[in-house]
């Protein structure tokens, strides 16, 4: 019996991941939007490592539940960042006509659409720190 009601709980959760928002906001209780939002958002919170192209670079990243705010640096150069989480891709918001998208898979996070000088950065990727650091 408890195998069945898990099983009708995860249909259940299946099936309202599928739906537009819109028809599901109006349907959960605020903590079953949290706990949806939780498992169909990305965890990217953490420490990231620029990999290729990006080695000189790591990515920062504070993470509550769909926002992110971040510190992507460069040797001395520190650039905010904030934005927000959409399932696995992660969007920053517009800075001096500059914005990222990246798609996390895993332990990596792939730069799919950039704009101004990030750019320069689409295809690149940054792999999640081993041990909270970037140097080997």
Same mark, same amino acid.
């Given at each position: ?35 949806? &939002?939780?498992? @169909?958002?990305?965890?990217? *919170?953490? +420490?990231?490592?620029?990999?290729? #192209?990006?080695? $000189? ?21 520190? &650039?905010?960042? @904030?934005?927000?989480?959409? *399932?696995? +891709?992660?969007?920053?918001?517009? #800075?001096?006509? $500059? ?38």
């Amino acid at each position: 019996m408890q195998f069945l009601a898990r099983h009708a709980a995860l249909a259940t959760l299946v099936a309202l991941s599928t739906m537009p928002l819109a028809l599901r906001a109006g349907s959960l209780s605020a903590s079953e939007e949290v706990t949806l &939002r939780q498992v @169909t958002t990305a965890n990217v *919170g953490g +420490l990231w490592c620029g990999a290729g #192209l990006l080695h $000189e670079f790591t990515l920062e990243i504070v993470q509550q539940l769909q926002n992110v705010q971040g510190r992507l640096t460069r040797k001395a150069r520190v &650039r905010e960042i @904030t934005g927000h989480v959409e *399932g696995a +891709l992660v969007k920053t918001d517009p #800075l001096r006509n $500059e914005t990222m998208d990246l798609l996390a898979q895993g332990d990596e996070l792939r730069v799919v659409a950039a704009t101004g000088l990030l750019a320069l950065a689409r295809g690149q990727s940054f792999t999640r720190a081993a041990g909270g650091s970037c140097t080997p």
